[in-house]
């Protein structure tokens, strides 16, 4: 579902990411966990095609990036990690807005928004402003987007920040059926304990490469045998990251 061949992102001359290779499969949720600046969210930006590669290639569902991005990013829900809403949009029109942008409109793009509507609880603020929206309501609201089109890709940064512990379970309900359903997930998160929850394989990144990855059973081996998630990151990451 989702390869990155010898990924690369400079800025200046300051190496971000470092020729990064990763396969996610379909069905696959997998964890991008690494200190701060260690290029998690560079790499998230790039497959999403806000960020142009310095070099490396990216294919999503087959469709490579680079010369066939409209395609690719179709396949795509993303989740940043500091969502942007328009916020004199009511939630309703706001989902009617990216049922517009994915080409369902219509009585198609009606029965989308009206599932997202029940599926995050955002019925009874269907006619509220995005401005006067808790957190946790624009949280719900940006993964109603982001799902709205049924992606094959979902990327995620940071999805349980500021929430509640009953929004935290609907986006991890959330998460799980995209990959019940055939699809992927990258989610990348400092929260550990969620990332050995939910992902089928995990990947540490330490300044812009890959330290290790595979399940928890393979990270502990190459941790020296280490316990927990938090006690092989911790040795996998030791020293400042300076990307």
């Not at 590669?53 to 409209?70: F, H, K, M, Q, V």
């Not at 987007?145 to 999805?159: F, Y």
């Not at 309900?173 to 699809?183: D, K, M, Q, S």
């Not at 050995?196 to 812009?208: C, F, Q, T, W, Y």
């Amino acid at each position: 579902m989702l390869e990155l061949d010898r990924l690369t992102k400079k800025f200046g001359e300051t190496t971000a990411v470092d020729r990064l290779d990763l396969r996610v499969a379909p069905g696959e949720f997998f964890a991008l966990l690494g200190p701060n600046a260690a290029g998690k969210t560079t790499t998230v930006r790039m497959i999403a095609g806000l960020l142009r590669p310095t070099a490396g290639r990216i294919r999503i569902a087959g469709l490579d990036l680079e010369t066939d991005g409209e395609r690719a990013r179709a396949c795509i829900g993303y989740v940043p990690d500091v969502p942007f809403l328009y916020d004199k949009l009511t939630v309703v029109e706001t989902l009617d807005f990216v049922a517009s942008v994915y080409g369902a409109s219509g009585e198609k793009g009606r029965r989308a928004r009206e599932e997202a509507l029940e599926r995050f609880e955002l019925g009874p603020a269907r006619g509220v402003l995005a401005e006067g929206l808790s957190h946790g309501m624009r949280q719900r609201l940006v993964f109603a987007m982001a799902t709205l089109h049924a992606p094959r890709l979902m990327l995620v940064d940071e999805p349980f920040v500021g929430l509640d512990p009953k929004s935290v379970r609907a986006v991890k309900e959330v998460l799980r059926e995209r990959t019940r359903a055939g699809g992927a997930v990258l989610m990348c998160t400092h929260t550990l304990p969620a990332a050995e929850e939910l992902a089928d394989r995990i990947g540490i990144l330490h300044r812009g490469r890959m330290a290790a990855e595979g399940t928890l059973v393979e990270l502990r081996r190459s941790a020296g045998g280490a316990g927990g998630i938090e006690e092989i990151f911790l040795r996998l990451t030791a020293g400042d990251g300076i990307q």
